[in-house]
């Protein structure tokens, strides 16, 4: 459906908008977010949007100029204010060809967020804080090199994911490993070394209800660290 009238026949909006059970808008553009955030009602999509009783969630994707223009921020503050949820943009490749913030969030972590939306009142770990942490640390002899290991860091994103999963909110402390696409819905404090997973964990570990340490941290470091190599 494009046109709220197509060959003299009314799309019922209102009906579409009462029948689903949450509405998600992704891509949301520039444009769309300004109109949402200021009513209008000028195409088939803005009069769903204002006739849905249901939750509505928007996953922004626009150029890096424009995600961080103070107006955008604005209309973005004024949708959260309204009720509407919001799926961060990532960093990546955009339509300019430029790299930087605004691309739109992977879909296989809108559908996780769906996902862990649908899943969270049924959920055994609903209102616990989790703390997670995962992967290796390195510990700098020199600019170059470090004493590490070949944790892949799986186990503890995995143990963080089932969490999410069943409720809770989560954080992951995680070491200098790739970190898949599919997190949302879960902070994470990227780490290298051993005092910074300490200080990490430390900072957020009177807070959380139950801690999961399966990092691999390395048990030596030098006492000193080079300047050079």
Same mark, same amino acid.
């Not at 002899?141 to 143990?159: E, T, Y």
């Given at each position: ?40 009602c000028d195409n088939l999509l803005l009069s769903v949007y204002l ?56 879909? @296989?972590?809108?559908? $996780?967020?769906?996902? %862990?939306?649908?899943?969270? !009142?049924? &959920?055994?770990? +609903? ?68 005092? @910074?997973?300490?200080? $990490?964990?430390?900072? %957020?570990?009177?807070?959380? !209800?139950? &801690?999961?340490? +399966? ?15």
């Amino acid at each position: 459906m494009t046109d709220i009238f197509a060959e003299n026949t009314w799309a019922n909006h209102v009906q579409l908008g009462r029948w689903a059970d949450i509405m998600l808008i992704a891509p949301l553009s520039c444009n769309t977010l300004a109109k949402m955030a200021n009513g209008h009602c000028d195409n088939l999509l803005l009069s769903v949007y204002l006739s849905a009783t249901c939750p509505v969630i928007v996953a922004p994707a626009m150029d890096e100029d424009m995600w961080h223009h103070p107006s955008t921020q604005r209309n973005l503050e004024l949708l959260q204010k309204d009720g509407i949820r919001i799926i961060q943009p990532g960093h990546g490749e955009l339509a300019s060809g430029l790299f930087g913030d605004g691309r739109m969030e992977e879909p @296989e972590n809108i559908i $996780a967020y769906l996902n %862990h939306y649908f899943n969270k !009142d049924k &959920a055994s770990l +609903a209102g616990k804080k989790v703390l997670v942490t995962a992967g290796p640390t390195h510990e700098a002899i020199d600019p170059v090199r470090f004493i590490g290991n070949h944790s892949s860091g799986k186990m503890g994103i995995a143990l963080a994911k089932e969490c999410r999963d069943r409720g809770a909110e989560v954080i992951l402390v995680l070491g200098p490993v790739a970190l898949p696409k599919e997190y949302t819905g879960i902070t994470v404090i990227k780490v290298t070394s051993s005092d @910074e997973m300490y200080n $990490a964990c430390h900072d %957020h570990f009177g807070k959380v !209800d139950i &801690a999961l340490m +399966a990092a691999a941290v390395a048990d030596y470091k030098p006492e000193i660290v080079s300047e050079q190599k």
